[in-house]
């Protein structure tokens, strides 16, 4: 390195090495190298340590990327390396599936009791609703303290971190449009009696053409500070280089690390007598959405709540596309077989109301906004069913998951005939109105 340019910053390196234990670790273990084994307790707090450490470094190479690719692309590539330890935990509960469907015809249950079919499913799902019922609330919650907070301080805030109110800009449409036409795809799924592969390329098709649509807007001169500034300043070469690798590192710590964090967390569960179903549902997306609840946390608190919600929007359409789109591929190539994944009573319910709440989740950012009112009736709901999924007994429950569906349907239906003008608007501005056209009327907004 030239003696003239600065060297790597102290958090940076921080962020590296508090990632080393766990992937050492979870690497050695992968190579089939001797390594230590740790108490589930301990295993959770490494290998959740390194994701952290990780998380940050995928914000800092997202913000740099921002000087040579579109803001909405450089977030939409954050949220997909984000959400690796959701597509490693996922992928490992379909090969299960898969392996003892290949075996036997049918899922039985394993030795925990619980349909590998349906632990295929139950992580997804859970992770979607713990996505969207606890990161979109928090990240309100967290860009309102911000903003309060820079306001005493006698800060600027932007208008999109005005307290109790995340507010979006034009060119973040297309998130928030396909989200919504895969979320219309996925309402019919509950009527189904498996995932197969045409729901796969439809999803996957989604998602490429998502991916086009972002990859199609210019890139902004961001504002940046810090780690990411100091990525930024670099030459056109080493700037790139930089930034690819810090994405490259936190992906690898995120793949060695997540599968056994999860393990670590289920396990420690299970040592206290909690269900295997409800562990794979509720406490493994502790540890698969930890890195893009993270990402969007530090996004907030800097006053930066539109980047903060796009990222977690990103996220959602890569889960609710993606995901759920290989699901049934890797399940086909572990059972060699091609009639899909098979779909429970139980399973169906969970698509329902995954789909019933990303409809609603659809249906309050039409206005290009998320409001506290919003997060919290998001947060309510999501809390209910969350309480009722452990208290109530079987029947019970499934009863209260079709009544909290027809509740988010209606209460997305109010809402988008409430705001049909929205509707239309952010719509085109998602699909066909150029990213120059979009951008310039954000930049109008800020300046006002």
């Not at 199609?216 to 961001?222: I, L």
Request: proline letters at 6%; aromatic letters at 6%.
């Amino acid at each position: 390195m030239p003696p003239n340019r600065p060297r790597p910053p102290l958090p940076l390196l921080i962020a590296v090495l508090v990632a080393l234990p766990g992937t050492c670790l979870g690497g050695a273990f992968y190579l089939g190298l001797p390594h230590p084994v740790l108490p589930p307790p301990l295993a959770a707090a490494v290998y959740g340590v390194a994701i952290i450490g990780a998380a940050f470094v995928l914000s800092w190479a997202a913000e740099a990327a921002q000087v040579d690719i579109s803001a909405g692309f450089a977030l939409a590539l954050l949220a997909l390396l984000a959400v690796l330890p959701e597509y490693a935990v996922d992928f490992v509960f379909s090969l299960r599936a898969g392996h003892v469907y290949a075996e036997h015809g049918t899922c039985l249950p394993g030795p925990g009791g619980a349909n590998p079919c349906s632990l295929a499913l139950a992580n997804m799902t859970g992770a979607n609703r713990v996505l969207v019922g606890v990161g979109w609330p928090l990240v309100v919650l967290v860009a309102t303290l911000a903003a309060v907070r820079a306001r005493r301080a006698g800060r600027h805030s932007s208008a999109s971190t005005a307290p109790g109110r995340v507010t979006m800009q034009r060119s973040m449409s297309a998130e928030i449009v396909f989200l919504g036409i895969a979320t219309l795809y996925s309402l019919h799924l509950p009527l189904r009696t498996s995932l197969t592969l045409l729901d796969a390329v439809v999803l996957i098709g989604i998602f490429v053409v998502y991916a086009v649509r972002l990859a199609g807007a210019p890139a902004t001169e961001p504002d940046l500070i810090g780690t990411s500034a100091w990525v930024a300043d670099l030459g056109r070469t080493p700037r790139r280089t930089t930034y690819i690798a810090m994405f490259v590192v936190a992906a690898v710590v995120i793949l060695t690390c997540a599968e056994h964090f999860a393990e670590g967390l289920v396990q420690t569960g299970s040592q206290l007598g909690v269900d295997q179903f409800l562990l794979v549902q509720w406490v493994a997306p502790l540890a698969s959405e930890a890195p893009e609840l993270i990402v969007a946390c530090l996004y907030a608190a800097r006053l930066k709540a539109s980047d903060s919600l796009g990222t977690l929007l990103s996220s959602k359409v890569n889960q609710w596309t993606l995901l759920v789109g290989t699901i049934p591929i890797v399940f086909a190539v572990a059972s060699r077989s091609t009639s899909g994944l098979p779909l429970d009573t139980q399973q169906r319910l969970e698509l329902l109301l995954t789909a019933a709440q990303s409809l609603f989740a659809v249906s309050l950012l039409v206005t290009l906004g998320l409001t506290a009112r919003g997060a919290i009736t998001l947060f309510v709901l999501f809390a209910v069913q969350f309480v009722a999924s452990i208290t109530l007994p079987t029947d019970a429950d499934r009863l209260l998951v079709v009544v909290l569906a027809g509740v988010y349907l209606l209460l997305a239906l109010a809402q988008l005939l409430l705001h049909r003008r929205d509707l239309l608007r952010t719509t085109r501005d998602g699909l066909v109105t150029p990213y120059d056209e979009l951008e310039e009327a954000d930049r109008a907004t800020a300046g006002q």
